[in-house]
């Protein structure tokens, strides 16, 4: 193992590569750290703390997983590469039931940089209405606080003291530019670097909170062999329990991230003089967990905005309708904690609707059963065309119910752990998740770019025994 790992280094060329993207990664969390201007961060970090437990704090928490930053905190690259995430996502949704767009995905590398220049300019218009919604949501928290977290720039009116417009509109620029830096850094790492370079800036801010929290379970934790007292502290069985899962969690995300359902196919033969071509009996693979982390991502945003809408509505009717008011916040409380009954079973519910959704957009049978028939080749015992067509839909919808049963155990593991075993929430999510599906797939990609350079060269991949 050693000896393939010192051959990487070998390669002038892959080590430039290994070198430029560990770079740029250190530059990202070095803007990671970079406050907005007039902002205390002492109050911020107070605050942050505070809000841990809260159901917003759980919330921002989620979010901060699979968007490479942290939304308690008020940074230059606050809002990180969701904007553009969503942006892809939206245009590749609107591929497939626009008309233009599906053209404009024929043309190749044309259309493909055509696609990426209408992706960054919709970035940029979702990072300018998110800027000012987490601005404003900040600013009516920091300012209604005793103690304000932006002591350096209020400004006093017969209205009373509020932020002054420059400071809004400066930090909107901000990370809206900030935002921007960071899709260019992924751009950077996929043009010279290795790997994907926005899956690699996930993966790094879901890395990078793995310290903070080990220090926060070790500090909870009572070296006893057996048990945990009233105060939360865990015993040392917890933690051989907790590796012990982590090892088998981790073992079946590997498992089902590798896993393919192999459609025998047969090529026909073609005779040419005396020489026959054809024939050969290969496999078409068929990934089991075709739609990825997908239908998390989606699952988590879903339920992110009612629970958003529930406690606004609540605070609004607090005065008019006490009652009322107080069911409302119960249901929201409810769908941010990520630990109620009704939230698993919705989050549950979404996350099998989307793996069919997200199958039905990006795998078209059809298409493929075209491609095959073109190419010469057939399944056993399916005519070409329709009834290959049907032939591999069906064996889609199957495999994907079994993908979405394991996304679904996934999802929920981490709050199966934390109210089994008395574990902090944030330890538990790296039991499962989208953290945990994001870092072995972004884990496998880098070990097979790497792994082709390596065979180009005659040395042995990684993953060979």
């Keep these: 193992m050693w000896e393939k790992f010192r051959?990487?280094?070998?390669i002038p060329e892959l080590r430039q590569k290994?070198?430029?993207t560990l770079i740029l990664l250190a530059v990202f969390r070095v803007g990671y750290q970079i406050p907005l201007p007039f902002v205390d961060q002492v109050e911020m970090a107070k605050r942050t703390a505070q809000q841990s437990d809260s159901p917003l704090g759980n919330l921002l928490a989620k979010v901060a997983v699979f968007s490479a930053s942290d939304l308690r905190q008020m940074t230059i690259l606050g809002l990180g590469i969701m904007p553009y995430i969503s942006a892809s996502i939206i245009l590749q949704?609107?591929?497939?039931v626009y008309k233009p767009l599906e053209e404009l995905r024929k043309e190749g590398e044309t259309g493909r940089k055509k696609i990426n220049e209408y992706t960054r300019y919709l970035t940029i218009a979702i990072c300018i209405i998110q800027s000012i919604f987490y601005l404003q949501s900040m600013v009516r928290q920091g300012t209604s606080n005793s103690v304000p977290i932006f002591d350096s720039f209020m400004v006093s009116t017969g209205a009373g003291a509020h932020l002054a417009p420059a400071w809004f509109f400066t930090s909107l620029l901000i990370m809206t530019c900030g935002t921007m830096f960071v899709m260019w850094i992924g751009e950077q790492i996929d043009e010279f670097g290795i790997g994907n370079g926005?899956?690699?800036?996930?993966?790094?801010?879901i890395l990078a909170q793995m310290p903070l929290a080990m220090r926060r379970f070790f500090s909870t934790m009572k070296w006893q062999l057996v048990g945990s007292d009233a105060s939360g502290q865990v015993g040392v069985d917890?933690?051989?329990?907790?590796?012990?899962?982590f090892v088998i969690v981790v073992m079946g995300v590997c498992f089902i991230t590798l896993g393919q359902r192999q459609i025998p196919t047969q090529s026909a033969k073609h005779v040419r003089g005396r020489r026959v071509y054809g024939g050969s009996r290969q496999y078409l693979p068929l990934k089991l967990n075709q739609s990825?982390?997908?239908?998390i991502i989606f699952a988590s945003s879903m339920l992110m905005l009612p629970a958003f809408l529930l406690q606004f509505l609540a605070s609004s009717l607090d005065s008019a309708a006490p009652g009322f008011a107080g069911s409302i916040k119960y249901l929201g409380d409810a769908l941010s904690?990520?630990?109620?009954?009704?939230?698993?079973?919705l989050y549950v519910a979404l996350i099998y609707f989307f793996s069919y959704f997200w199958m039905a957009i990006t795998f078209n049978p059809k298409e493929m059963a075209e491609n095959l028939k073109d190419f010469g080749t057939f399944i056993p015992g399916y005519r070409p065309g329709r009834r290959t067509a049907e032939h591999l839909e069906k064996v889609m919808v199957r495999i994907t119910y079994v993908g979405a049963a394991f996304l679904s155990l996934v999802a929920i593991v981490p709050t199966i752990i934390s109210s089994s075993l008395g574990v902090d929430a944030g330890i538990a999510s790296f039991y499962g998740g989208t953290g945990l599906l994001i870092a072995v797939s972004v884990a496998f990609d880098l070990i097979q770019k790497i792994d082709s350079h390596l065979v180009m060269r005659d040395y042995r991949g990684l993953l060979e025994a």
């Design 238 to 245: 917890h933690l051989v329990i907790l590796m012990f899962l």
């Design 198 to 205: 926005i899956s690699l800036l996930i993966m790094a801010g």
């Design 18 to 20: 290994i070198f430029f």
């Design 93 to 96: 949704l609107l591929g497939s």
């Design 337 to 345: 904690s990520g630990t109620s009954f009704i939230y698993n079973l």
């Design 292 to 295: 990825g982390v997908m239908p």
């Design 7 to 10: 051959a990487i280094f070998t």
